[in-house]
């Protein structure tokens, strides 16, 4: 687990440094760096994602897998108002075309994440569930 830490924080570190083009999404994603992945069909898009306190992580799928890091924790609200923490430093890793998100940030923390898609090329990167 420490060495997966190091190797994303090393990854994040060098796409914020070496970084083309930086782009900004309405859910707070600054993308740090995309590429191809070498011998597939699939690129590998590296970002940090904020989503604050009252607002809510729709709902989504990936045509890919998308592993996170926690690097600033919040509290989740689900739908059913259950409430979970996201704890700083966790990390999970979500399947190809499985929805996730759906929940709302709650208390008085930002929720902060780094994130590596490695996703079908072309395809969007998010795309609400069917």
């Known amino acids: 687990m420490f060495i ?23 859910a707070g ?4 760096k995309r590429s191809d992945l070498t011998g597939t069909n699939m690129e590998v898009v590296v970002s940090v994602s904020e989503t604050k306190p009252g607002e809510t992580l729709a709902r ?3 045509h890919g897998e998308e592993a ?3 690097l600033e924790g919040a ?3 689900l739908p059913d108002g259950k409430q979970i923490s996201l704890a700083t430093g ?16 709650v208390g008085d923390k930002t929720l902060k994440l780094l994130t590596v898609h ?6 969007p990167l998010y795309e609400t569930p069917k």
């Open 4 to 26: 997966m830490t190091k190797w994303i924080a090393a990854i994040a570190a060098a796409g914020a440094l070496i970084c083309v083009a930086h782009a900004q999404d309405s």
């Open 29 to 32: 994603r600054k993308e740090l």
């Open 60 to 62: 989504h799928l990936h």
């Open 68 to 70: 996170l890091y926690v």
């Open 75 to 77: 509290t989740a609200e």
């Open 90 to 105: 966790s990390a999970n890793i979500n399947v190809r075309e499985v929805a996730h998100g759906g929940f709302k940030i």
């Open 118 to 123: 490695v996703v079908d090329k072309g395809k």
